[in-house]
């Protein structure tokens, strides 16, 4: 009997933990997408640069990743604050993992060859909720800006 109620809880824990893991997926890659859309446009460079995000930092596959930015796209339609997105990431994760998640959204942000004054806004404000520091924001936005050979501006 005793091990019956262990093996429940574990399997609560194991559920909670899956269920926690989705919800960071999901705040991701909202915050890829808000930074997507924050110039107007969605375009096929954005999406493409979000899904090869996704898939390599969260070792998802394709199908995985469609339905996550769907998901993605309705949880910013929905939402009116970016507050409850960061929290779940900054809560979740690491110092490092969330300089990288701040990396993700500059290289989304440089998708198009250029980065409107919107984009740059909105990281600079999410990596202020995710506790990154102004130094590690614009190292991480160095980096893309090496990693992709544009100039820096």
Do not use: C, P
Not at 100 to 125: F, K
């Amino acid at each position: 009997m005793l091990n019956r109620i262990k093996s429940i809880f574990a399997a609560n824990g194991t559920n909670a933990g899956q269920a926690q893991q989705d919800d960071l997926k999901l705040a991701s890659a909202a915050l890829l997408v808000e930074a997507a859309v924050l110039d107007g446009e969605f375009d096929d460079a954005e999406r493409a640069t979000i899904e090869r995000l996704l898939i390599d930092h969260f070792s998802l596959s394709t199908a995985e990743v469609t339905k996550l930015i769907t998901d993605a796209e309705a949880t910013v339609a929905d939402a009116n604050e970016l507050y409850t997105l960061a929290r779940t990431v900054k809560d979740d994760v690491d110092l490092d993992e969330r300089t990288a998640i701040i990396e993700m959204l500059w290289e989304v942000a440089y998708a198009d060859g250029e980065v409107h004054d919107y984009e740059s806004n909105l990281v600079r404000r999410l990596a202020g909720l995710l506790y990154v520091s102004d130094r590690d924001s614009g190292d991480a936005r160095k980096r893309v800006i090496t990693k992709l050979g544009l100039s820096q501006a």
